[in-house]
């Protein structure tokens, strides 16, 4: 059995003289509309017949897919789709070699190109829709595939499978993927940079719209979460994290603010900030208390602090952004009122914050930093995101082979936004800029902002824009006094 679901069973059968067969039950009637599941596959249109359909001209025209061997019905008017199974690699395996992932990615990108002449778009192409024998790409799972001509069908087709291969490829390497699906050759002139810019586009376009998408997921009982009450009060867990242990985590926090011991990390009058560790994972457990009836009310529409820092945590995992991981949250409700909430999450430390690196490293090392903290904040704003308070102690660094890994906290003040306009994006870069102290030389600034700005044009221009980040930098009074600066 290589899959049972309720739509769908998968197995593998020996067959004798001959290589394995791959054999898939479609359920028919198993959706959410069972009658027109039922009416289309009557007319043919069933997944199954259109994925039959796509094997046979596919294989036909010498592109690499199964060998597509049998269709037929079963009792209940279930179908059965039978093909050859295929010995391979899953692409995300075969991308584990740097060796290889140069080599593959252009054969994958070649595969698409096929695929697309031949007139068919996937409709469901992604890493896991891929498997390699021998560094040749097999392109699996057509039951959404379709004869198409429509130029933009293909580059959305392009743009999912970019943007599903964004946590195993380079950008480099996508780039090289997208260049060899559009038949591109280096080097690129105008058109061609810009068609390779808008399959870029609609990569993160896509990302933003499966980041909303696990939001809203995130915020209900499924698969990856769990209803969780403890102590009055409700939320959800990961299912990773048992009940027992939030109710141990919220007891140990208590616990700690009782005894003023060093867990407590931060304690004042709105909230508190403790570092515990229970059932094994080291976790920081972050609590707000509404001090008036507007704040409460505020938060029983946008929802309480903890559940926000929960849902953008996730979010920002799904768009690749480093964050710490909510593990779990809770709510105390009077009258429908979120008057306090408590959120778990992964602890960080002893990751040191991105303001110590850059004033106290060593030149290189601080370069290093420099290019993490460029890259963390391009996908932050690409991808639409304001973190709210980007200060530099908001972000903390990890040392990874070959420089840094930054990871955001404090998320309760994180929005995801269609577009981020130009106001909140100098905002956050001088948030950033004066949370940095005068130890960082001028010239690191100037040169972060340059690249900022050419990889993120301004619609009033560089120059207007940096001199906006410098006023409100000094506006914010905060570590930064503005030596050296130029507007």
Partial sequence: MVHDGPHRRIVRIAAPGSSDLLVKQFRVGSGRHPWRERGRALLGQSPADREWRALRALFEAGICVPRPRALGEIGGRDRLLAMEWIEASHLAEALDSPRARREIAIALGRAIAGLHAHGFVHGDLHHGNVLVRTSVPVLLDLQRARPSRSAA??????????????????????????????????????????????????????????????????????????VVSVAGGRGLRLRTLSADAVADAVAAHAAALAAGDPRVLENDGRGALCGIVVDGHRIVSKEVRDRDLARAFADRLRGSPARRAWAAGHGLEMLLIGAATPLAYLEWRRFGLPLRSLVLLEDLRPDPGAHHVLETAPAQTRDAALDALLALVLRLHRAGADHGDLKASNILLRTVPGGFEPHLVDLEGVRFLRRLPDALRVRALAQLNASVGDALPAQSRRRFFARYAQALRFAAGSSRARAAVVSASLARGHRWSGRDCER
Wanted: hydrophobic residues 45%; contains cysteine.
């Fill in 153 to 226: 069908a293909r580059r959305i087709d392009l743009a999912h499978l970019d943007h599903s291969l964004a946590p195993y490829v380079s950008t480099a390497g996508r780039v090289r993927l997208r260049a060899a699906a559009l038949g591109l050759s280096r080097p690129f002139g105008l058109a061609a940079r810009a068609a390779i810019r808008t399959i870029g586009e609609l990569s993160v376009r896509r990302a933003r719209v499966h980041a909303a998408s696990r939001r809203r997921h995130l915020l209900r009982e499924g698969r990856a979460c769990a």
